[in-house]
């Protein structure tokens, strides 16, 4: 391994998701006893075509097997849930992992087992001696101890920390950047890029003045282009870190966007925090492989029989909060099938607590209604570490608010509610039931001609797929973005007039803008009352009748969002 010669922690940024790694490994089993060489790299990115798993980017590069061994070579291999030397071997974590009942759990064991220095990501002459920490841990920690810490403190000092023993020093340094931004009034978005392009001049000010600046994506050498990469690494690396320390289930992002530890969590974390080994010890490769694939390392609180049948007793008394819980014993049952037991309790109650929260948001509460509309704007921002999720999310709440049809939204919540995961690659992420007919929903934040590749073919298969699964059951759909592309305008009018035999006829979608859609949702609240069926099936029929009369897929265009933000 040729190192890394960062100066603050690193961590692949691939998969985006944590909760992507099992498909990836999934699709690997076949090749399990290759080589991992350029033919099965190839082979594996036909296969992840083949099977539309992950994202919908897949299937559109133009170098398969670089994209394959960025969904391979990356997280799966530098948490030990892959072998690739000598011959592919999916390693007994790896294989856990993929069990849903307990991927959580083994997601934690392997996040904690990550160090830095380490015989697959040892320093480098640039970085020599300034490393000795588990990041995650340490990470984990200092949420822990914080209490509350906004994402750009989390990026700004957790994702800069690099020796464990300097962490009293990080939690001193974080209360004085708080308390210079309230004694001088500064913005928050401002102070961070203020602090941390600061902070980083002085972390690299030898390269700088030896002009050693030169950025590897490109040729030139600038000490502005070489700050502005360095500083965009970190917030880069520190969402990365987030979305897989969120993935253990053990830290959330709240509704002020706070990082907090996940209610009913604190004692897994004390457990960790106070058992786990600080130290990033030296191993060879052969002491570092034994470790990272060794699943009983290190204990959990939940490896206990014990503490897990007190969580099941937990969750049936927040369970019998909405519905009759018979009582029974579960001594004796395996630790696995508490597991099970555990994980299918949560989900249950996941869907009790989003269900109440549909219902009251059908109440219109003028708050819940300022709320929607404050968080499309922070969509816009992109002020959350995952505004694809949140838009989701707050898509869902606004069309269950302003309607009386049975809204589902396929994003995965916690049992307190909180957006954790965005909607599985092979589900429209919104579906609403109004009985005689459907509308899906699908959002991006995604823009330009990626939006085209990525949105174009999924969006329109998953409607087709409804109707086909609903025998043919009259269904249109809405695809709200942060902008859209003028080719996805032009697909969608087309699709309008030209019937497919695949998809069961023409396919009506209507694009709109984020800005758009929360004028839309914002007139109809503001007039006071919910759309019924029939509303929502007239704007079905308005966007079939112009576009049969438009002059052009704008004409069209404008005409339907005129229609829409007249409502």
Known sequence: MAGFSSRYMTMSTSPRSPQRVPYYLSLLEQFEGKEWNNETQVNYYKAMVSNQLGDFSIGKS??????????????????????????IRITEPGKQIQNKYIFQDVLTKQLLKYQLPSPLFPERQDNKGM??????????????IVGDLSRSEFYAFGVTM?????????????????????????????????????YVSNLYSDKIESDDVKVRETKSKSSEKFIKTKFNNVGDYGNAFLRYLTGTGLVVVNKKLQVVVAPNREDDVEYILNNVSREAKKYSNTEYNKLLFDVNYPKLLSDSPRELINKINQLDARLSEYKDVANRSYEGISSLELKKLQYEKEDELDQLVREQY???????????????????????????????????????????????????????TNSNGDPINTAPGNTADIVGDYGDFNMICEVTMSSGKKQYEMENEPVTRHLGELRTKENGKETFG?????????????????????????????????????DDFAKFFKNVTQDGHK????????????TIEYAKSADDEADWYNKIRDYMLSM
């Not at 133009?62 to 011959?87: C, F, N, W, Y």
């Not at 974080?174 to 600061?198: L, S, T």
């Not at 759309?531 to 308005?542: A, G, P, T, V, Y």
Request: hydrophobic content about 35%; charged content about 30%.
């Open 162 to 198: 690099t020796d464990y023993h300097d962490f009293d020093k990080t939690v001193e340094r974080i209360k004085e950047y708080r308390k210079e931004a309230k004694q001088n009034h500064i913005h928050a978005r401002k102070h961070y890029h203020d602090y941390m392009m600061k």
């Open 131 to 144: 490393f000795n920490i588990k990041p995650y841990l340490e990470l984990l920690r200092l949420v822990y």
């Open 478 to 514: 809405l695809f709200v973005a942060k902008t859209i592309q003028p080719n996805v305008i032009t697909e969608f009018y087309y699709k309008h007039l030209i019937p497919t035999k695949l998809y069961g006829g023409t396919v009506e979608f209507i694009p709109l803008t984020i």
């Open 62 to 87: 133009k170098h398969p097997e670089m994209s394959a061994r960025d969904k391979i070579t990356r997280a799966p291999k530098a948490l030990g849930l892959v072998e690739l030397k000598p011959r």
């Open 531 to 542: 759309l019924n069926e029939d509303d929502i099936h007239k704007i079905h029929s308005k």
């Open 358 to 412: 549909a219902k009251s948001l059908k109440s219109y509460d003028n708050k819940e209604v300022e709320d929607v509309l404050d968080t499309f704007q922070h969509i816009k921002s992109q002020d959350y570490f995952d505004n694809p999720l949140y838009l989701e999310w707050n898509t869902w709440r606004a069309i269950t608010m302003i309607d009386n049809g049975n809204i589902k939204g396929s994003f995965k």
